[in-house]
């Protein structure tokens, strides 16, 4: 029955392990929340095979990070970490999510990437993607819909990405969210086991990417993102925030089409 179904949100984030959506896209989620667009997460497993923190732990931070970031829907498949990838009962059940929530804008991570669970999931949401326009695959409440867009996030390995979203006013706010896991980071006289993110240089890390995606778009913070199909747009001068590569300085007026002072003015 359609009346149980929740409001439909803009932006879905598909998570293979419960800190990937803030390690990854936390900026962006954070920006989506300040321009007023509803956002979920969809976390594919509880990622109990985390070298740090029991599940307990996690699940507390999980739920920390969740009001950080304002999210309207955050909801965990527990599909088994360790074993994401695209098979049926993965779909149907991540199919049935994505039609409950019918966003506009799904976000999986890169086909590509190093962690196994990641490139699993971002195989999985392509194929969902598809599956959820579907009439007759496994109906249930929720009935059939294709969000109008798919991309992907960037974890371990790199891509070419198609677009970089501005972050520059949410990037403390990412640090901020990110460190609601703190069982996962390094914690001065805390022992645990030696892992990516919980090396002291971790920060760094992330900083340096979100300068070096944002440097290449003319903002100060970016996170990149790849779409699956390019989308279109009605005006292609509208959606460009920053200012590009050093030296290409756009006019002061973000939402004057291309008419450059000193130009438009002397016409009229
Ligand atoms: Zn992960």
């Known amino acids: 029955m359609s009346e149980s179904l929740p409001d439909p949100v803009d932006l879905l984030v598909i998570a293979a392990h419960p800190d990937d959506a803030e390690l990854c896209l936390g900026g962006t989620l954070l920006a989506s929340r300040a321009?007023?667009?509803r956002t979920a997460v969809v976390d594919l497993t509880r990622g109990e095979l985390s070298s740090r923190g029991d599940p307990e732990t996690r699940l507390r931070e999980t739920e920390a990070a969740t009001a950080?970031?304002?999210?309207?829907?955050?909801t965990n498949l527990d599909l088994g970490d360790g074993t994401i990838r695209d098979r049926d009962d993965a779909r149907v059940a991540l199919v049935g999510e994505i039609r409950r929530l019918r966003p506009k804008v799904v976000l999986a991570p890169w086909r590509d990437d190093l962690h196994p669970d990641h490139a699993g999931a971002g195989e999985l949401a392509f194929r969902c993607h598809y599956l959820t326009g579907v009439r007759l695959y496994a109906p249930g409440p929720a009935p059939a819909w294709r969000p109008p867009q798919l991309g992907y996030y960037m974890a371990h390995t790199p891509f070419e990405p198609s677009v970089i979203v501005d972050i520059s006013d949410h990037f403390e706010g990412k640090l901020a969210?990110?460190?609601a896991y703190a069982s996962q980071f390094h914690q001065p006289g805390i022992d645990g086991a030696p892992t990516k993110i919980a090396d002291p240089?971790?920060?760094r890390f992330v900083e340096g990417r979100a300068r070096e995606y944002g440097v290449r778009a003319g903002v100060r913070y970016g996170e990149p993102i790849r779409w699956h199909d390019p989308p279109a747009v009605a005006d292609p001068t509208s959606w460009i925030v920053g200012e590009g590569l050093p030296g290409s300085r756009r006019p002061e007026h973000r939402t004057h089409g291309l008419s450059v002072p000193g130009t438009a003015g002397e016409a009229e």
Not at 68 to 74: Q, V
Request: without cysteine; hydrophobic residues 50%.
């Open 201 to 203: 240089e971790f920060p």
């Open 35 to 37: 321009l007023g667009l």
């Open 177 to 179: 969210v990110m460190r």
């Open 68 to 74: 950080l970031l304002g999210l309207d829907h955050r």
